[in-house]
Every structure is written in C-alpha cells, then in structure tokens.
C-alpha cells in the first residue's frame, strides 16, 4: 500500500525499535542505579540519563580520535556508572538495607506497567496508522535537516556536537547510535525512533509524573496512562510540525524528570530516606545534561516547573501558617530579581540565545483566540477539543478541592498558557525575552503545557469517580464507578477526536497541496536513478527547495545543501545566486573548486518553503554556460559541470 497503512512493514521494524530501545533505556539505567536512583522514577528518567552519555561521550571520544560505536558505548558506560557508584559510596549515600538485587531491579509495582501499557498501546494504534508506513517521509523542512546530520553521522562515526557545525546532538546521537548496528536506513530509523518517543517514552514519563503528582492509587495510575494520549498538542502535532523533532524528544522527557525533582525536592526525615533523596537528585542532575543536549529549552522549561513549583509552595506555606508572610514575601522578592536579572543578561551573554529570540512569527491572534487555542487544543485544527476541555476543568476542579498538593501542577499549567499566550498575541518586543527559549513558536509552548496538563486530565477520573458516587444507587457499586471513570477519558479524548487526531497527522506524512511535498516516492525513485550517475564522493548542487539535499540522507550521495532554506552567507549563498555566473566569476569557479561540485540538479519542482532570492543561480540550469545535460528522469535532469577546469578529475 504505497500511500496508506502498511501493519506488514511496521512489523518488520521490530528489531529496529529493540536496538533504539536499548540504546535509549540501557546506559541510563545502569548509571541512575549506580547513582543510587530508585522507583520508577529510575526507568523514567534512563532516556534522558542515557542521551546525556551518548551525547556528551560522543563529543569527548572524537576529541580524543576515537570514533563511536557500540564497543565504545559499552566502555564509557561502565566507566560514568563506576564513577557515579563510587561518589555515591564516598559520600556514604548507599542505602546498605537494600539486597543487591532490589538494588539493581528495584520493586516492580504491576498496576504502574499494565497503565504504561495501556499508553503504548494507544499511542501506537493511534500514530502508526495515520504515518501509514515506517519509510514515509514527513513533508516538513526541519526533517531534511536531521536526517542529513543522522547520515552524516552515520557515514563519519564523528557523533560530536560540532558536526558539522554546533547544535545539540543528543537526538541525532541517540538514532545513529541505534543504526550503527545496521537494522535500518536513516529515514525509517528515524520514523522509528519518533515513535519510541511518542508511544513509549512519554506514557513511561506521564504515568511516573502522575503518581507523583497526585498519589499511586490505582484509579489515578490507570488514568495516567489514558491522559498520556488525551493531547493533539503533544505529541501528534511535534510528530510532523517543523519537524520539531529534538522538541518532541525534549518534551517527551520532560515528565520523568520533572517527577523526579518533585520527589527528591520533597520534606524528609534523616535516615535511610535521605540516602534515597539524594540518589534522585543525583538522577535528575544527571537528566539535565540529556536535556541540554537535545535541546536546550527543554532544560529551560525544567527550570520554570521549578520556580513556579517553589513559588507556589512558598505562598500556601504562607496561607497555611506554615512560614511568616515576611520571610514569604523576602524568598518570592529574591526569585523575582534573579528571574528578571537572569532574563536580561542571558541574550546579552550568548549570542545563540539572541539570535533564537529574534524569531518573528507571523499572524498574532487576540488574546482570547490564543487562550481557545492552547486550553480549547484548538490549534492548527478547525474544532475545540470540547472533550479534552471538560477534562481539564474537572481536573482542576477536584485538585483545588481534594488534592492540594497538586496545587503547584495547576500553576505550571497556567505558566504554560501564560507563556502560549505572549507567544501568541503579544508584539511587544520585551516577551521575547520569556518566550526566546521557545523561539516565540506557540506550537512548542502548546507542547509544553501538555506535561502538567496530563495530570489535570489524569485527575479528571477520581473526579468523576466521586461525582457518580454521589448517587446512592451506585456507591455499593465502588469498583464498576471507577471503571466508568477511567472510561470517560479515552472516549473524550482518543474516540471523540480520533478522526481530527489522524487528519492532522495524515496530513503531515500525505499533504493534499502538491507544493507541501518535498519529495514523493516517484521523485526518490527518480533521484535514486541519477544518483547511479554520480561518482562516489562527487558533489552536487540544486535548488533546496526541490528535493534534492535528500539525497544525501536517502542515498550518500555528496549534495553541496543539505537543508532548507539556502543560508543567506558563505558559499551556499555565494553559489546559490551566482552560480549561473560561473563562466565569468573566478570566485564562484573557486568555490565549486573547494566543494568538488561536478555536478547539477535542475527541476520545476519547488517545496512550498521557497527562498528565490538565496538560490536565483540555480534557476533554468539548461540555459547556463559550464553545464552538459547527462539524463532526465521524470522531473530532474541531471547537468555534468564541465566549466572551471571540473569536466575531468
């Protein structure tokens, strides 16, 4: 089934989601336990814990000459878990009650796993349908990106955070690592791996986030893993929008590591509790640097929960009596002027972090249509997501009223609508100072507020539970109410906007507009055909904007861009608008000398995200002096190079 749903296909990538699994899971865990980090907070935050050594070891290695591998994984993973074991033994942080086989596995609770199931099984019913196949390729710019550097891993062994120019390479390290072992091409490994971040990764991190949240009953651990797929905004929409997809990662670990600084933030007694306090901290410090490297606004939103959690307990510690207003009101002054300092002098400090802020993103909405968009989930969909909305009031509703100590959960989520709506509505130049981590992009920040809006929507079941529980005839009924509960929240959520859900996912992998698709199957079975043409290692320059830059990623062949848009500096701008100049322009001639391009792409095909301006060389390739036609293969004609001295090696 060439444009739908292929179950035949999806179950010959098993062994690919093994291998990104234990990519993924397999050094974290060993190194959060010899940390000394407990519970299922310990398997939660292992993605994060295990990108953090790939990522950060990848770059160490290649500085030393070594290049990564499996082998290589293996070492520095015994040596970060021997390191954390023996600062946890210097510090006599070890809890030695323990047996060395509840050390190392822990206690298992089964009613946590069967409602992690219960998420994986949603996620993948309702994601693998609608990509439709493991090889579609998603038709957003960013992915043309990423999959390049996965490549170019992959083909290199440099993994580094440098390669080929600075940008975080936790994602990127991660996948290559995984198909380093040969089970996958880049395009379906990756495919893959989003799915292991969608249906595995975040109800893992819902369900450990809830618990926390709001206790381990049984009722609010099932409706946990139903809440982890209540959301269109995360993660279907990170799925195919951008494509984000270091976001998605972020964010789908955001929750585990959010629920591990919530409990090893808590009050505890001296003893043996302490002991496990510090182990969680270490974990999540530990997470952070995973974080950091997939994408830095991921560690930002971190620290946001952390001070509105703060903030937050410090004003009920106040309205309970627990703490003086004045010392209250004096740590609330002391978090506000170094927010504000902290805000003011980090573009000044990394000029990254400026250019990010200056992202500009076009047709502000009021404010009310921001707050329907991001509490209504009425977000690049034409319906209110009325399901979803009932949820989250009854959500509320029962944590103001029930569970207090949630109190701090629904603050997040208000930051977060806060943040979506500067975002939003807001053309004041001083917002993006708040909302410059995101790249004023309200789609991250409607991402983002579904981590605590899942234990809102969580909190919905025992909420319903009580309300039915009202009637008489049915409170000898207890175990049948809660049953009906948990069952509200699928069928307002999944089964209600089921069909929005897909058509906006299939929508990304299938556009109807013709001009959204960067490269149809036809299109890579064509370019597939002139990539026989090309020598090994040789050069070859296109417009970005029709395809051909995935070349490179699909079939190794040495494309000059490897993105969209063209940069507007260096030799990519340089050849891209005066290339059609080469018979007279010694620089362009140099140039292509210094890249080895031999060879040219011309189509009349152009993806929708077109820069004319940055590529007006590359245009009517058959009218430009230097260039030979060699082959035409349905909409790409491939041109052999042959001025500036590069028709012979």
Known sequence: MENGLSWSSWWDTIPVFAVLLVALFGPGWLVVRALG?????????????SVAVIAAWATVTQRLGIGWSWLVLAAVTAVTAAGGWLVVRGLRAHDPVLTPKRRLLGRPDPHAALAIGIGVVIALATILPAIGRPDELVDSPDAVYHLNRIRLFLETGNFSIVHPTFYPNGFHAWIATGLQSGVAPALVGTNVATVVLAAVVWPLGVV??????????????????????????????????????????????????????????RTVTEGRWTRRRLGQWLGFAAALVGLALIQPNSLVALVLFALVWFVTARVRAGILGHAAWTAVGRDLGIVAAVGVAGLLTAPLVSQRLASTQSYEWKGHVSVWTALVEVVGGRLQIPVVLWGVLAL???????????????????????????????????????????????????????????????????????????????????????????????????????????PTRTAMLEQFFRPADPTHVILSRQAQTDLAALAEEIPAGEGVIGRPENGTPLMFALFGTNTFYRSIPIPDTGDENL????????????????????????????????????????????????????????????DYTLFRVTGCGLSSR
């Open 208 to 265: 450990t986030l809830v618990r926390h949240a709001l206790g381990a009953s049984h009722i609010v651990t099932y409706a946990a893993g139903l809440a982890s797929a209540a959301f269109v905004s995360f993660p279907t929409i990170l799925l195919g929008w951008g494509v984000l997809w270091p976001n998605l990662m972020g964010t789908a670990l955001t929750p585990a590591a959010l629920a591990i600084m919530l409990q090893a933030a």
């Open 37 to 49: 980090t407990r519970g299922l907070e310990a398997v939660a935050v292992s993605p994060a814990v």
């Open 392 to 498: 989250l009031v009854l959500g509320v509703g029962w944590i103001v009223l029930r569970a207090r100590a949630a109190l701090p959960v629904v603050a997040m989520w208000g930051a977060c609508i806060v943040l979506y709506v500067m975002a939003a509505s807001s053309t004041a130049s001083w917002t993006a100072l708040v909302t410059g981590y995101w790249y004023n992009d309200k789609v991250r920040l409607a991402s983002l507020a579904a981590v605590p809006g899942v234990v809102l929507v969580a909190a919905a079941a025992p909420a319903l539970r009580d309300v039915l529980l009202k009637v008489p005839a049915l409170r000898v009924q207890g175990p049948a109410v809660s049953l009906v509960a948990l069952a509200a929240l699928p069928f307002a959520t999944v089964v209600a906007h089921g």
């Open 575 to 634: 050849l891209g608008t005066g290339f059609d100049e080469m018979a007279t322009r010694p620089d362009i001639c140099a140039a292509l000398q210094r890249h080895d391009i031999r060879w040219a792409i011309d189509s009349p095909h152009v993806y929708w995200l077109d820069r004319p301006e940055r590529s007006s060389g590359l245009f009517d390739l058959a009218a430009v002096d230097g260039l030979e036609q060699v082959r035409t293969v349905g």
